[in-house]
């Protein structure tokens, strides 16, 4: 018998090549991979990449002024700002000619909306102007300078020309000027008087309170957890219960009944009162300020500090500390130097969670925190749901996005994102 060498390539058993077969298999496995995972990818995209998106565009977005005053937008080119005058009369005809056609289309009181975010009273301006521009003859009924300014002597004020001219274009810093108590004047940006410069406080307060609840719920969290870890399970599973029973009840509800004990007629005071505490005339005040936040929030956000810690606790076994007594060590020792670096790791999963809860916020900071104790939210609530100033909240949302971004990188660059466990 004669050995035989096989030259040509290695055949599977249908005939093709080996190499091919291989591929061929390892592209359908990947495609039945990605059609398994597609609806997740679908659900993040439409529910969380696009509304970031959108958001991020709203902060920008300013082309209100230039499709609705078109021809305004054109003759104010030539007109300069700084000159201290009111515009010729070209303007005010560009002008009529828009709003003629604005007023007619009802959009007119959109862009006095919009601007009157900038400069307060364009609006009734807008208002005014469009009942009477909707009855003109645009060819016929010039010259229009006198006339806008028998409607409204502030059609005269260069400010509103100004401002006009400023936010004309189709995108636009302002909103973000205006989150960093900035805006747009004669020579670029400037500060905000000092009685108009709200956002940086609140930006600031809500990084403190924020850090502040994160460190009480840190504090209040690591014994309870200590505690579900090492007892028996069944008085473990009782105890369990107890710290999930928050998740059972209203958000609302919980809030409502903090703000009825923090009263200074309220359950905290009484009892404080009647242990003799606190003096009957000297009642603590708790309420609508950052203590009542403090605590509320602490309360509420309380599980999702335990439940990281608990279940990073369960995985460090008891031998460990009895390793490190017969050793020598105390009992003390052998926590600080064994048992608290194997939990790290939960109290940094808790901290990340608790912390980017705690920043996003707005009910509960609502409704007990009174004017000293909101967050930044409840001003990006308010511009969306009352003021109706889209861009602004936009322009917040993504300036408090980017710091949650930044602390979380410094939080990877310190601690590393990799000793963070959920068990």
């Not at 002024?65 to 009111?86: C, F, M, R």
């Not at 309380?302 to 279940?311: D, E, V």
């Not at 606790?313 to 390793?323: G, S, V």
Request: aromatic content about 10%.
């Amino acid at each position: 018998m004669s050995d035989s060498t096989q030259t040509g390539p290695m055949l599977a058993a249908d005939g093709t090549p080996l190499k091919k077969s291989l591929n061929r298999a390892l592209r359908m496995q990947k495609i039945r991979a990605l059609a398994l995972i597609t609806p997740l990818l679908a659900f993040v995209l439409l529910t969380f990449i696009i509304p970031i998106g959108q958001m991020l565009f709203r902060s920008v977005e300013n082309d209100i002024v230039a499709n609705t005053l078109p021809k305004t937008v054109i003759a104010l080119q030539d007109w300069d700002a700084a000159s201290g005058e009111a515009p010729d009369e070209a303007v005010y005809a560009a002008l009529a000619a828009d709003l003629y056609v604005a007023s007619n289309a009802k959009t007119h009181t959109r862009v006095g909306s919009r601007l009157n975010y900038e400069t307060p009273g364009i609006s009734s301006l807008f208002r005014k102007a469009g009942r009477k521009a909707k009855k003109w003859d645009v060819e016929k009924d010039g010259p229009y300078k006198e006339k806008f300014i028998d409607i409204a002597k502030g059609w005269s004020d260069p400010n509103v020309w100004r401002t006009i001219q400023t936010y004309s274009p189709k995108y636009t810093n302002g909103y973000f000027l205006n989150a960093a108590d900035m805006q747009k004047g004669p020579d670029g940006a400037e500060i905000r008087p000092e009685n108009e410069r709200i956002y940086f406080t609140l930006f600031k307060r809500t990084l403190i309170m924020s850090l502040a609840i994160t460190a009480a719920c840190i504090a209040l969290a690591y014994p309870v957890a200590w505690l579900l870890a090492n007892l028996p399970s069944s008085k473990a599973n009782l105890l369990m219960i107890l710290v999930l029973l928050p998740f059972w009840t209203s958000l609302l509800v919980r809030t409502s009944a903090w703000k009825v004990m923090l009263q200074q007629q309220g359950v905290i005071n009484d009892v404080l009162v009647w242990i003799g505490l606190v003096a009957d005339d000297t009642r603590l005040v708790m309420i609508n300020n950052q203590a009542g936040t403090i605590i509320a929030m602490t309360h509420i956000l309380l599980p999702f500090m335990i439940l990281p810690m608990y279940s990073v606790m369960q995985t460090i076994q008891p031998t460990y500390l009895r390793a490190a007594k017969s050793m020598g060590a105390t009992n003390w020792t052998a926590f600080w130097r064994v048992y608290f670096p194997l939990s790290v790791p939960g109290i940094g999963a808790g901290s990340i969670l608790v912390f980017i809860l705690a920043i996003g916020y707005y009910i509960t900071p609502e409704l007990v925190g009174g004017t000293k104790g909101v967050f930044i939210s409840n001003r990006i609530a308010f511009h969306i749901s009352t003021s109706l100033n889209w861009g602004l909240a936009a322009a917040l949302g993504t300036i408090l996005l980017a710091v949650v971004l930044i602390l979380y990188w410094a939080y990877d660059k310190i601690v590393g994102i990799d000793n963070v466990k959920l068990g």
